[in-house]
């Protein structure tokens, strides 16, 4: 195997696409929504696997069957006066430093030669805590993008996120930025420690404001609803573990 194969599946043609990238990272945001969409979007079509030598030596078992690990591109013909769009997820990200810029130039080669003159990577700001209304933030490749982002909800800060953006995400915005493409990274607020589909969903709702699509949002409040209930839980456990037992009581004189 080369170092990086990769599998072209479907042919299609896509009117101003726009490249929506969401892989595995802080409260998994940008892999919920890209997942959600392509869940919504039931017509998608998969379009591109990409294999590596940088992800993890493994493979997927689904009904007994294998599956060598790869990311996958999909093509969405949206209704309406939207762009279309070319969705990017899969399980894992890249080990290897070189390994992340590798596969970053081979998406934006897929992404060129579907005409993506835009793109948006997707990924989630760690709190620290949980977040009942967490905010979008935004970091853009060209100053003149923040007018628009703002309008649609998108909230900039300085110096956040603290460390930067790191992984594809990151890269997508500074590599796509040296291609002349548009590339902004949203960023929804989420505990950090938790898998978070109520950002997910905010992040999507951006994204249909600045984009022209619609898609419901009830599978993503059902998963919100029991990771709440997770959340709430863990909170007790904390609680209980921080009261002091009856032993420790003897001593309080």
């Known amino acids: 195997m080369d170092d990086i194969e990769i599998e072209a599946v479907e042919e299609t043609t896509l009117s101003d696409p726009v490249l929506i990238e969401g892989l595995p990272g802080v409260g998994n945001v940008g892999k919920l929504a890209v997942e959600h969409l392509l869940e919504e979007?039931?017509?998608?079509?998969?379009?591109?696997?990409?294999?590596?030598?940088?992800?993890?030596?493994?493979?997927?078992?689904?009904?007994?069957?294998?599956?060598?690990?790869?990311?996958?591109?999909?093509?969405?013909?949206?209704?309406?006066?939207?762009?279309?769009?070319?969705?990017?997820t899969g399980?894992?990200?890249?080990?290897?430093?070189?390994?992340h810029y590798h596969l970053t130039d081979v998406f934006l080669d897929i992404a060129e030669e579907f005409g993506v003159e835009r793109?948006?990577?997707?990924g989630g700001v760690p709190t620290?805590?949980?977040?009942?209304?967490?905010?979008?933030?935004?970091?853009?490749?060209?100053?003149?993008?923040?007018e628009t982002l703002e309008d649609a909800g998108v909230e900039?800060?300085?110096?956040?996120?603290?460390?930067?953006?790191?992984g594809v995400s990151g890269l997508l915005l500074g590599m796509g930025s040296r291609r002349g493409l548009d590339a902004a990274c949203l960023m929804g607020e989420?505990?950090?420690?938790?898998?978070?589909?109520?950002?997910?969903?905010?992040?999507?709702?951006?994204?249909?404001?600045?984009?022209s699509f619609e898609v419901g949002f009830e599978a993503l409040?059902?998963?919100?609803?029991?990771?709440?209930?997770?959340?709430?839980?863990?909170?007790?456990?904390?609680?209980?573990?921080s009261l002091p037992s009856d032993d420790d009581l003897r001593y309080i004189g």
């Not at 620290?128 to 993008?145: C, F, K």
């Open 41 to 88: 979007f039931e017509d998608a079509t998969l379009v591109k696997r990409v294999y590596a030598d940088c992800f993890p030596p493994q493979v997927t078992i689904e009904d007994g069957t294998a599956e060598l690990t790869h990311v996958e591109l999909h093509a969405v013909e949206t209704p309406g006066e939207g762009p279309d769009l070319l969705l990017l």
């Open 91 to 99: 399980d894992h990200q890249a080990q290897s430093n070189e390994g």
């Open 119 to 122: 793109l948006f990577a997707l």
């Open 190 to 211: 989420t505990s950090g420690y938790l898998v978070d589909p109520h950002s997910a969903q905010v992040v999507i709702e951006v994204l249909q404001e600045l984009l």
């Open 221 to 241: 409040e059902e998963r919100a609803d029991e990771m709440k209930e997770v959340a709430q839980k863990i909170q007790e456990m904390q609680q209980q573990q």
């Open 156 to 166: 900039f800060r300085d110096d956040e996120p603290a460390g930067g953006i790191v």
């Open 128 to 146: 620290g805590e949980l977040v009942d209304e967490p905010a979008v933030l935004g970091a853009v490749a060209n100053e003149s993008q923040v």
